[in-house]
């Protein structure tokens, strides 16, 4: 079983929809998470990353943890069809880890 | 803004063959990656490193060595690369040891090997 699970989809919305993606995890001494995004033909780069539980929002996007369930998630408001990539959640344990835990990615599609 | 760059986009290789993939970046990181990304397995980590000359095994370090001579430049070596090997390999740089998951990631190499 992996370390982290993550609905690859694809997922397709309408412009204007709510995106919701989530992760699962097992090990329960995480407690750093992160969300990537991934355009194609690109590297990702790092969109969100919060502590523990709770909800951290950034412009349209907003992060929750629920540790208790092991289940992360990010959801994207007023989607755009730049909004358009893969997203991947990734966690460490410590602040100062090197080594993450990736889930596969979820592709997203925002039709205009 | 942090650049990433990574010797080639596409590569393509014969079995056996000794295969260098290089990387660069120009902000002075301390750190430097190395992932392969899979459709299904996501990015897993091949090695690291965290100062010039120093390196880690990540979780997947089979059949990959890597030198970093200098702090921008950190290369991937496969010795003998294998048709499993064939993947897209991403390197990433991050600032310093504080957090060091927020990593800046070049384009990409696809290589194939046949």
């Known amino acids: 079983q992996k370390e982290v699970e993550q609905d690859p989809g694809p997922l397709s919305v309408p412009e204007g929809a709510i995106v919701s993606l989530n992760c699962t995890y097992s090990?329960?001494?995480?407690?750093?998470f992160m969300w990537y995004r991934q355009y194609s033909r690109k590297g990702p780069e790092l969109l969100m990353y919060?502590?523990?539980?709770g909800n951290k929002e950034d412009g349209r996007f907003t992060a929750q943890v629920d540790k208790s369930s092991k289940y992360i998630s990010l959801f994207i408001r007023d989607s755009q069809p730049s909004d358009s990539a893969t997203y991947l959640c990734?966690?460490?344990?410590?602040?100062?880890?090197?080594?993450?835990?990736f889930g596969a990615g979820t592709t997203v599609t925002v039709r205009a | 803004d942090v650049k990433v760059t990574q010797s080639s986009r596409y590569l393509v290789k014969r079995t056996g063959e000794k295969v260098f993939l290089e990387c660069v970046q120009d902000?002075?990181?301390?750190?430097m990656f190395w992932y392969r990304q899979d459709p299904g397995l996501g990015l897993r980590l091949i090695y690291f490193?965290?100062?010039?000359?120093?390196?880690e095994k990540g979780d997947i370090p089979e059949g990959y060595s890597v030198s970093r001579e200098k702090k921008e430049r950190f290369s991937l070596i496969l010795e003998s690369a294998s048709t499993n090997q064939t993947s897209m390999y991403l390197c990433?740089?991050?600032?310093?040891?504080?957090?060091?998951?927020?990593?800046?990631f070049g384009p990409g190499t696809r290589l194939t090997v046949t």
């Open positions: 490193s965290y100062d010039v000359k120093m390196k």
């Open positions: 090990n329960s001494a995480f407690q750093y």
């Open positions: 990734a966690m460490s344990a410590r602040s100062n880890d090197y080594k993450l835990s």
């Open positions: 919060t502590y523990s539980s």
């Open positions: 902000m002075d990181h301390e750190n």
């Open positions: 990433a740089s991050s600032f310093d040891s504080v957090r060091p998951y927020e990593q800046y």
